[in-house]
T-cell receptor, first 113, second 113 residues
Framework: DADVTQTPRNRITKTGKRIMLECSQT?????MYWYRQDPGLGLQLIYY???????NKGEISDGYSVSRQAQAKFSLSLESAIPNQTALYFC????????????FGEGSRLTVL | DQQVKQNSPSLSVQEGRISILNCDYT??????FLWYKKYPAEGPTFLIS?????DKNEDGRFTVFLNKSAKHLSLHIVPSQPGDSAVYFCAASRKGGAQKLVFGQGTRLTINP
């Protein structure tokens, strides 16, 4: 089983719908991140959390919200999806101290029509 | 403002030859740099890293070079193998890697037989 699991892996939805992407991890890491990948733009940080009580906005947080339900769970919500949120979304974890290496999930591909 | 830039969207190299992927950064506070590799339908995976106190780090076929004065790093793969075909992202962070990573746009490497 993967250490970082994202659900759903693929989702097609319509403009205006609420969407939640979920992430769970078994690595025991305190830090969790949500990134989106767009062609030519690399990985852009949406939100990150250094522990259950800590939530921080990243570079492109507008239109998104997150919830850190437990150390192992970090969900990303699009309250009212729009077409330019069509992208590949990655969840990642990181140990609290150390080299900074991120461990990524396999990604969730979201298409907003 | 793109703090980490990979100016080559793609690179094609013959099997057995050297692949050189480049990355530039603008923030002089970055002190830890990483390379990630991404295959289609998978999340990025950590490849190699370097701290700003070094100018070279080697791991098997992979070597990362850091030129702090030029704010430039490069990843050398030698000899290149077909399995190296992937998208490569460079990333940078501050304070020894314990902070959030900033990613470049990625370079798609294709190794030709």
């Amino acid at each position: 089983d993967a250490d970082v699991t994202q659900t759903p892996r693929n989702r097609i939805t319509k403009t205006g719908k609420r969407i939640m992407l979920e992430c769970s991890q078994t690595k025991g890491h305190d830090r969790m991140y949500w990134y989106r990948q767009d062609p030519g733009l690399g990985l852009q940080l949406i939100y990150y959390s250094f522990d259950v009580k800590d939530i921080n906005k990243g570079e492109i947080s507008d239109g998104y919200s997150v919830s850190r339900q437990a150390q192992a769970k970090f969900s990303l919500s699009l309250e009212s999806a729009i077409p330019n949120q069509t992208a590949l979304y990655f969840c990642a974890t990181q140990s609290g101290g150390g080299t900074g290496e991120l461990f990524f999930g396999e990604g969730s591909r979201l298409t907003v029509l | 403002d793109q703090q980490v830039k990979q100016n080559s969207p793609s690179l094609s190299v013959q099997e057995g030859r050297i692949s050189i992927l480049n990355c530039d950064y603008t923030n002089s506070m970055f002190d830890y740099f990483l390379w990630y590799k991404k295959y289609p339908a998978e999340g990025p995976t950590f490849l190699i890293s370097i701290s700003s106190i070094k100018d070279k780090n080697e791991d098997g076929r992979f070597t990362v070079f850091l030129n702090k004065s030029a704010k430039h790093l490069s990843l050398h793969i030698v000899p290149s193998q077909p399995g190296d075909s992937a998208v490569y992202f460079c990333a940078a962070s501050r304070k020894g890697g314990a902070q959030k990573l900033v990613f470049g746009q990625g370079t798609r490497l294709t190794i030709n037989p």
